[in-house]
């Protein structure tokens, strides 16, 4: 059975740092690419960033270049997302989602073949 499980959201002020993890199991970790996603209320998903699993490449959304750097430990077949410098926009509900094979760029969250249940940040001001 395939599963990502979310972790490491919560409650933070702006300025602050967190740091999401992705635990991946049930499928061939290497051969995915795995992405962060978030949606807030009212609003769509969207990208936030995505490693190759079989490279280590790494893609980010604009708004978070220079503040989220995303990892991977294929050891642990867990992903992290590390956030600083949070901002009360990036309130939202994070996901993580795998896809097969190489990226060249973030996916359309529509293009993901698995997800998991999302882990809520929020950003106080």
């Known amino acids: 059975e395939v599963q990502l499980q979310a972790s490491g959201g919560g409650l933070v002020q702006a300025g602050g740092s967190l740091r999401l993890s992705c635990a991946a199991s049930?499928?061939?970790?290497?051969?995915?690419?795995i992405g962060w996603f978030r949606q807030a209320p009212g609003k769509e998903r969207e990208g936030v960033s995505c490693?190759?699993?079989?490279?280590?490449?790494?893609y980010y959304a604009d708004s978070v270049k220079g503040r989220f750097t995303i990892s991977s430990d294929n050891a642990k077949n867990t992903v992290y997302l590390q956030m600083n410098s949070l901002k009360p926009e990036d309130t939202a509900v994070y996901y993580c989602a795998a896809v097969i094979g190489s990226i060249a760029t973030i996916p359309e969250h529509y293009g993901m073949d698995y997800w998991g249940k999302g882990t809520q940040v929020t950003v106080s001001s």
């Open positions: 049930g499928f061939t970790f290497d051969d995915y690419a």
């Open positions: 490693i190759s699993s079989r490279d280590g490449s790494t």
